[in-house]
Structure formats: structure tokens, C-alpha cells
């Protein structure tokens, strides 16, 4: 039986914990760099800035200062006030974690069209979360000679409500998100935006959820300071990492506009489409009938970025959505 408690392994889970976030801080520096060109979109005015991607841009900066916190408490070779240090290290934690959840809670209120029914739940949901994530420093630090920066005490009561609050948040935007998504299925099953939401969006929402829960898992336990929080910072990178990768695969959808097609591509229809021009071929009569539609560059890339569409599925400026058209008669196999 392993004594948790004991110096010598509370010394070897530290070395642990030290080495795992080594591979961590890589980790979120790599996501970090590739996804830079999306932040850039928005600082060269090549995309429309609006308020919700405040929380995607300080939960994303706030991970990463969480980070180069971690790695200076690990590193640092002098003495230096530890605890200020964990201080900040906490609050820029809590901080990426409550905006990973409200990323995610705005995907919900998107695809209910905003209705005020949970528009005021998830508002309320997020209040609570705050007023936990903002309770005040929940781990004690101390400067060792010989080991530098060392936790000594962990506040488990708080820590694990944060997570199974958080737990809790994700769980129920992602039932809500998915309800939705399969009751709307009958109206806009073939719509891409629609597959895109509930295929990898349904992901990232139980990815998320899934790291809360081990970290609840640790917290629990309790069996001493560093393990009870050996999970808390992956918790918090996963969460963001999936959170804001949900949020610019919705952003870089809803920007293009999906690709136009129409009717059913099965064995009775072959439709050839380029950049220039659209290929029809149906069968009619026993023969096959051939019909072409030329649209020019300029007037493809108009339609592409008139055709908008919002994280509903619905097209933002009206009119009719081509990916969910009824397929019309000539599309039909006659019989023979």
C-alpha cells in the first residue's frame, strides 16, 4: 500500500507533475502557434470583430499566461514569493476555465436562436460559475531550499465544487445543444453546418467534460497536495483548447458560406462542379439530358459570401437554403 503522504512520495509525484506540465506547456504552444493566423483575421480586419470573441481571446491568452506561470514555478532557481506567484497563477487559470464554458454556453444560445428560455439559464449558470471561479486562492505555496517553489496545502472542498460546477455547466449545454440539434434534424438534416455542429461540436463539449471529471476525480481522492491537482491544469487546457477550436471551425463556416449544391448525387444524377461553372446530367425519357449553368468568378464569390449562415443553420440575410431544398421531379428516376 502506497503512502501518499509520505515526503518521499510527495517528492516523486512532484517530479512527475513537473515533467507532465513540461510536455503540456509544448503542447499549448504548438495549438497556440498554428491557430495564430485566425487571430490575425481579426487584427488585420480581414474578419468583423464582434463581442463574443472577447471571451475566446481572454480565455486563450489566459491559459497561456497560466502556463509560462507553471513553468517559472518549476524553473525558478532563487527565492521568490511563491505564493503571489500560485496567486496569479490560480486566478488566470479560473479565468481560461470560465471562458472555455462560456464558449461553449454561446455555441447553445446560438443554435436555440437565442430564445430567452435559455438565454436566462445559461446566464444564470455562468454567474454561479464565476462566483466559485472568483472565490479566492484556494492552495497555499511556500519556498523550500534544495526544491525551490512547493505546494503545501490544498483547499479540496472549493476546488472540487469549481470542477463538478463546471462538470455540471458542460454536461447540460451539451444535452441542450444536442436536443436541439436532433429535433431540427427533420428540417435541415442535409445542412453542413448542422453535421458540423453536432459531429465534432458534440465532441469537443464531452472532451471537456470528460477532463473536468478526472479532475474531480483527483480532488476527491485527495490522497495529497500535488496529486489532488495533477489534473487541474490539463482540465483547464483541454477545456480551452476544445472550446476555442469550436469556436473558430463555427467562425470560419458561418465566414465563407457553405458550398452550394443541389438535389440528390445518387446513381440517377452526376453533377460536376468547378469553380466556373455547374454540370447537371439527368436522366429524361430514356435519354439523358445535359444542362450546364456558366457563372462567372466574380459572381460565384459574390453568392458564396451572400450565402451566410448563422450557428442555427439559418441563412443570415433570408431567402431560401439551397442544402435544404426539397429535390424536385427532374431529379426523379422515371420509371421504365
Known amino acids: 500500500m502506497v503512502n501518499w503522504m509520505s515526503p518521499a512520495e510527495i517528492a516523486r509525484d512532484g517530479v512527475v507533475f513537473a515533467n507532465m506540465m513540461h510536455v503540456l ?13 485566425f487571430d490575425f483575421s481579426f487584427i488585420l480586419g480581414k474578419r468583423k470583430f464582434r463581442w463574443p470573441m472577447i471571451f475566446y481571446f481572454l480565455g ?25 506567484l500560485y496567486i496569479y497563477n490560480a486566478l488566470w487559470g479560473n479565468v481560461a476555465i470560465g471562458c472555455a464554458s462560456i464558449n461553449f454556453s454561446l455555441r447553445t444560445v446560438a443554435v436555440w436562436s437565442e430564445s430567452l428560455y435559455i438565454v436566462v439559464p445559461v ?11 472568483l472565490h ?31 462538470m455540471c455547466f458542460d454536461f447540460v449545454v451539451m444535452i441542450a445543444t444536442g436536443y436541439k440539434l436532433v429535433a431540427g434534424m427533420g428540417l435541415s438534416g442535409r445542412s453542413r453546418l448542422v453535421k458540423l455542429i453536432f459531429g465534432d461540436g458534440l465532441i469537443y463539449f464531452f472532451l471537456a ?3 473536468n471529471l478526472l479532475a474531480t476525480i483527483f480532488l476527491t481522492l485527495n490522497l495529497n497536495p500535488v496529486m489532488s491537482i495533477v489534473m487541474d ?28 449544391f443541389s438535389g ?3 446513381n440517377s444524377t452526376l453533377a460536376f462542379r468547378g469553380q466556373n461553372g455547374r454540370v447537371k446530367s439527368t436522366r429524361k425519357g430514356g435519354g439523358v439530358h445535359v444542362q450546364m449553368d456558366t457563372f462567372t468568378l466574380a459572381e460565384t464569390n459574390a453568392q458564396r459570401s451572400y450565402l451566410e449562415y448563422d450557428a442555427a443553420g439559418k441563412l443570415k440575410n433570408g431567402g431560401l437554403d439551397p442544402e435544404a431544398q426539397e429535390i424536385s421531379d427532374e431529379f426523379k428516376r422515371p420509371p421504365y
Do not use: M
Open 136 to 166: 479566492g486562492v484556494v492552495l497555499k505555496a511556500a519556498w523550500i531550499d534544495g526544491e525551490g517553489c512547493v505546494i503545501t496545502d490544498t483547499n479540496t472542498t472549493i476546488l472540487s465544487a469549481i470542477y463538478i460546477y463546471s
Open 209 to 211: 467534460f470528460l477532463s
Open 25 to 37: 506547456l509544448g503542447l499549448y504552444i504548438w495549438e497556440w502557434f498554428i491557430s495564430l493566423p
Open 60 to 84: 486563450r491568452y489566459a491559459l497561456l499566461f497560466v502556463l509560462v506561470g507553471v513553468a517559472i514555478a518549476l524553473n525558478v532557481t532563487e527565492e521568490i514569493n511563491c505564493q503571489a
Open 123 to 133: 446566464v444564470v449558470l455562468i454567474l454561479g460559475h464565476w462566483s466559485l471561479l
Open 233 to 260: 491544469v490539463p482540465a483547464a487546457i483541454v477545456s480551452t483548447i476544445v472550446a476555442s477550436r469550436a469556436v473558430r471551425r463555427l467562425t470560419e463556416f458561418t465566414h465563407k458560406g457553405p458550398e452550394v
Open 264 to 266: 440528390n448525387q445518387g
